[in-house]
């Protein structure tokens, strides 16, 4: 939360940012009208430009938009995590401690998502997420948000990708990126 803590208004944020501090907002701020943005970042660019805003962000958007932080620590869920990506045509270097991230489409054949699974178990891959999502160009079918250790370019994942193409439509690799246990590498 930043911007000066009086006579506030009008609080910005992405719609994930104000859920995600629904009941801190209701409860210090029942008054204020809450405005979903397009971003964090959109949000804290318009609070710097506006008297009577505020906006729920990182600390890192009021130091660019040189916002003071009047409120910190204000998820409604201790434990809430929300993950921000750098995002670039490149894939970055192996830090030595990356996740993948790939979309892939399976088969409309019974067991073809298990068959992807036991090729990422068989060359000890850990997988760390999944997530499955309707598939617009096919009818009744599923695509899946795959996440796991490993960079794209380490010679098991290569090999791995390889061998899971007989079981899926198509395999779009999103990006590898730091796990968050190692320091990131900036271009």
């Known amino acids: 939360m930043s911007k000066s803590k009086g006579n506030i208004k009008k609080i910005y944020s992405h719609a994930q940012g104000l859920e995600q501090c629904q009941r801190f907002l209701r409860s210090h701020y029942p008054t204020v009208e809450l405005i979903a943005t397009s971003s964090t970042s959109n949000a804290a660019s318009m609070a710097a430009q506006e008297e009577g805003v505020a906006v729920v962000a990182s600390s890192l958007a009021a130091e660019v938009y040189d916002l003071p932080i009047i409120a910190s620590n204000i998820q409604d869920t201790e434990t809430n995590k929300t993950r921000f990506l750098i995002v670039s045509k490149h894939i970055g270097e192996s830090s030595g401690d990356d996740k993948t991230l790939m979309t892939v489409g399976t088969k409309n054949v019974a067991g073809s998502l298990s068959s992807v699974l036991n090729v990422l178990s068989k060359q000890k891959i850990n997988l760390t997420s999944i997530e499955s999502y309707p598939d617009r160009a096919r009818d009744f079918a599923y695509g899946f948000f795959v996440e796991f250790q490993g960079h794209v ?35």
Do not use: Q, R
């Open 153 to 187: 370019n380490d010679a098991n994942v290569k090999e791995t990708l390889k061998e899971i193409e007989s079981f899926t439509t198509f395999i779009n690799i999103k990006g590898s990126f730091p796990s968050g246990n190692a320091s990131p590498k900036v271009d």
